[in-house]
C-alpha cells in the first residue's frame, strides 16, 4: 500500500491541480473534484491512500 501527498495548487471549475509534495516532481496532477473532499480549497494538504483523498493538517 502506498500513500502519497499532495497540495491543491489551484482550482479550475470542477477540476483541481496537486502538486505532490512527498517528493520533487515538477508536474501537476488534474484531478475531477468529485473525487476530492468538497471541503478543498488551494493550499489543502491533501493525502491519498487506497483510492481515496483525504484532508490532513
Known amino acids: 500500500m502506498e500513500t502519497w501527498f499532495y497540495e491543491v ?8 491541480h496537486l502538486k505532490r509534495t512527498d517528493i520533487e516532481l515538477d508536474d501537476l496532477k488534474l484531478v475531477a473534484r468529485a473525487l476530492l473532499p468538497p471541503e ?5 494538504k ?11 493538517s
Open 46 to 56: 491533501l493525502k491519498y491512500e487506497l483510492m481515496q483523498y483525504e484532508i490532513v
Open 40 to 44: 478543498i480549497v488551494e493550499g489543502s
Open 9 to 16: 495548487v489551484s482550482i479550475d471549475g470542477d477540476y483541481a
